[in-house]
Every structure is written in C-alpha cells, then in structure tokens.
C-alpha cells in the first residue's frame, strides 16, 4: 500500500471535506471534477467556485502509476486518512490560474502558491481516518457543532460574517447591522495559512472574543474559526466563503468590498457581483455591503445606501491594510477607525501580532 506524507495545510483540508464545511465536496478531486469547477465553476452540476486538490510530487507521481491502489495519508508520522481507487493527473498550472485568480503574476500570492507545486495531483473517494490535535483546534468550530447552537439559541435566521483581520468599526457596523435585523450572526475568521504580514490566528480570536464579551449580546452570537488556506481568490473566493457558511447553517452571508482580495488584482464590487449572481443556486442570501466608512460630516460610520455624503473629502474608508501597517509602524489607528479598547487589549496581551 502506497503512502503520502501530507503537510499541516493539507491535513486542515481533509477534516474540512470529512466535516462537511467544503459540501457537496466530500474528496480530493479527480482531474475530471477538478477541470469542471476551474472552468465551469461546477461540481457534479452544483456550483462550486474552486477546485479541491491534493499535491503530489514527480517521484510520487511515477510510482503510483505503477501501483494505482490505496493511498494512505501520513502527517507526522500519523496516519491521518486514505485516499480509496485514487486518481493521479496533471494539470496546466498557468491555465489554472488564470481562470481562478484571473493572473498568472507570480506576485500575486494565490498564482505564487501554485506555481511552486508540481502541477501533478492526487483524488478519489477520501477518508479521514483520524483526527490530530493541533495548534488552532481550540479555536474551531465545526458544521455540527454550529446548527446545534443555532437551534439552542432559536437563531432562525443567521448571519454570517467572516475576516481575516482584527474587528474594526467597519465590522462591528457590519455585525451590530445584522444583529439588529436578523436572529443572530455566526462570526467565523478564517485562521489557516495566510500571507506574510497577516495577524496571528490567536490575536484574531482573542479580539473578536473580546468584542462579543464586552458589547455584543452574547446570545445572538456564535463565535468560532474556520480553519483552511486564504486563496485570495478575489471573487471565486467569496463563493467559495458563501457556501460554507451556508454548510454551517447560515441563512445569510455578508460580502464587503473586495471580499478575499489582494493588492489590486480584484475590482472592489466583483466579488459582491459574483455571489449576488448565484446566490439563489447555492441557497443563501447575501448581504452586500455599500463600505463601511468614516463619514468626516456626519462623525460616524456609514454607508452609501444611507449617507448622502460621497465626495473624496467627506469620506474615509476603514481598511484592514490600512490598520495592520499602522500597527506594524508602532501607531495606534485613530479610534474612528478601531474601538481603542480593542488595540489596548491586543497590545496589553500579545508582544508580538502577525504572522
């Protein structure tokens, strides 16, 4: 029986397919799986925006052609899954990556990803055979876990409400906006591999637990990670964001500008479009937003759809960016921009915040 030594970025992969956050994907996918949802965004005739791949290298990839029988799944030294009547294929990397992230710039972090792997790849019916513990599992939460919560909070109609940063004003906009008018809000940061300069998983958590203690009622609340790879996707991405949520139970899903975007490879308003587009098919509504932003007249945050003010001097936009390289600089953001009592708690607690 042949074996594959998998990398901790991996390993979150499998518990995702095998808890059901990824549905209708349940595997690592076959070539033929793979081509349809890169070209076509369609799994088995359902939309789903991102292909589901487990990398193999050229040494691999020879003896398995050989010997095309059950793959077990190695992580340190554990076995961890398998891999049943797999299938080993190439793809074209760079085709790849223009149809999901629109580039093949190697600066662009997703591309960079791929292109550093050995376009050859492994799939077929995947089983997790056991679970590890590991350094973000006291963060999780699981699909299950969440629909009991939701049912125990008689949460008809749940918001979800995802980031990769620490909660600024814009968020809690966001989030104090869905709590007003819906059951309640699952926040879910996502806390698995990211880019160079992106806050540590413990930091996110620890504020965002410090945000629900300390302003939010907590029994509207559902605080919990998800724990897989950023893919900075852009449009795919948020899709891709929306059906999980909506595999957690969600019944709504906020997409803020530039959702899962980087640099400037996405137009701000294109991943809002793309989700707004098919959120009938993948059966959760979205909720788009117009900002937020500081609005300079009216002394608070804002947005479009409820401020008259638009000119370029009446306005600042609240950006993560904009927040995380202030911090790297050693100046704390004007508190138009993030509750002080948050940076205080993040500085008090933690010596050192990103990645």
Do not use: W
Request: charged share 25%; glycine share 6%; with cysteine.
């Amino acid at each position: 029986m042949h074996k594959i030594n998998i990398n901790f970025q991996e390993y979150l992969e499998l518990e995702r397919l095998s808890d059901n956050s990824f549905l209708p994907v349940k595997n690592f996918m076959k070539k033929k799986e793979a081509i349809s949802v890169i070209n076509k965004m369609r799994y088995k005739n359902k939309i789903f925006p991102l292909p589901i791949l487990l990398s193999i290298e050229l040494k691999q990839y020879n003896e398995l052609l050989m010997n095309n029988s059950t793959v077990n799944l190695i992580y340190k030294n554990i076995l961890v899954g398998k891999i049943i009547n797999p299938e080993i294929f190439k793809i074209d990397i760079n085709k790849m990556c223009k149809k999901i992230f629109g580039t093949t710039n190697i600066k662009h972090p997703g591309v960079n990803f791929y292109k550093n792997q050995s376009g050859l790849f492994i799939g077929g019916r995947t089983i997790l055979k056991r679970k590890i513990q590991h350094e973000f599992k006291k963060f999780e939460i699981n699909p299950k876990q969440v629909k009991r919560l939701k049912i125990k909070k008689k949460l008809n109609t749940l918001v979800g409400f995802q980031t990769r940063n620490i909660p600024h004003k814009a968020h809690e906009f966001l989030i104090r906006n869905a709590l007003e008018n819906y059951d309640g809000v699952f926040i879910q940061p996502l806390i698995g591999k990211k880019k160079t300069g992106d806050y540590l998983p413990s930091v996110i958590m620890d504020a965002f637990k410090f945000l629900v203690s300390n302003f939010l009622v907590k029994d509207k609340v559902i605080l919990g990670s998800l724990t897989t790879f950023m893919r900075y996707a852009g449009p795919r991405e948020a899709l891709f964001h929306a059906i999980i949520r909506r595999n957690y139970g969600c019944t709504h899903f906020i997409v803020g500008r530039d959702h899962a975007g980087v640099g400037n490879f996405y137009n701000k308003l294109d991943a809002q479009k793309l989700v707004k587009k098919f959120e009938n098919k993948i059966k959760i509504k979205i909720i788009d937003s117009t900002g937020p932003f500081y609005c300079e007249v009216c002394q608070m945050i804002s947005t479009n759809k409820i401020c008259k003010h638009v000119k370029k001097n009446e306005k600042t936009e609240i950006s993560g960016t904009y927040i995380r390289s202030l911090f790297k600089k050693g100046v704390n953001p004007n508190e138009k921009f993030i509750s002080k009592k948050i940076v205080s708690s993040v500085k008090n607690k933690f010596k050192r915040i990103f990645i």
